[in-house]
């Protein structure tokens, strides 16, 4: 019943922070109203499920529930593409100019510079005692694809060259030092 409630509150959450990210009126309110129920779901899972455990799966679950959110409006779509997207929408960011080396040094840290530091950053979190070995192992090893989707995005959305050159390996150094100092 708790995990049910839950999931429950995740999906009212997350219809919540879509109402404040459409700039609709009481965007502050929508914003508030969200996070707090996606709090109070993480409380409610876990206190179904224990708190490792449901801390885990409370992340776990709003992830599929968001995706099925975001999926719901193209089941009945008859068209799917640009052409549904409004005319506000359709304004594309300028890319950031550059030379083929700049793109390649962009690619280099979207791919291997950034696998490695969410490598060094989901062995940190999987490898340290703050949890039982299953939900380390568990929560580690679902972090580094968000970690690294995030490093790609900041390696070709930043027009700061060199922060998109030191950045993973900043974070690659501090996980290291982490690993070893924690």
């Given at each position: 019943m708790w995990i049910i409630g839950g999931i429950a509150a995740q999906s009212i959450s997350i219809w919540s922070l879509r109402n404040a990210n459409r700039g609709e009126a009481n965007r502050l309110l929508w914003l508030a109203v969200g996070l707090i129920l996606f709090v109070s779901?993480?409380?409610?899972?876990?206190?179904?499920l224990g708190f490792e455990l449901?801390?885990?799966w409370a992340l776990t679950t709003i992830s599929i529930v968001a995706y099925g959110l975001i999926l719901f409006p193209f089941l009945g779509a008859?068209?799917?593409?640009h052409q549904r997207v409004p005319r506000r929408l359709k304004k594309m960011p300028i890319p950031p100019s550059g030379s083929k080396a700049r793109l390649a040094l962009r690619l280099f840290s979207a791919g291997p510079l950034y696998l490695i530091a969410s490598l060094g950053l989901g062995l940190m979190i999987a490898t340290k005692p703050w949890a039982v070995e299953i939900t380390r192992l568990f929560t580690g090893g679902l972090l580094i694809p968000l970690f690294w989707s995030l490093g790609a995005l900041?390696?070709?959305?930043d027009s700061n060259l060199w922060r998109v050159a030191y950045m993973p390996i900043l974070i690659t150094a501090v996980s290291a030092a982490g690993y070893v100092l924690l």
């Open positions: 779901s993480i409380w409610l899972i876990s206190t179904g449901g801390l885990t008859k068209e799917v593409g900041h390696a070709t959305v």
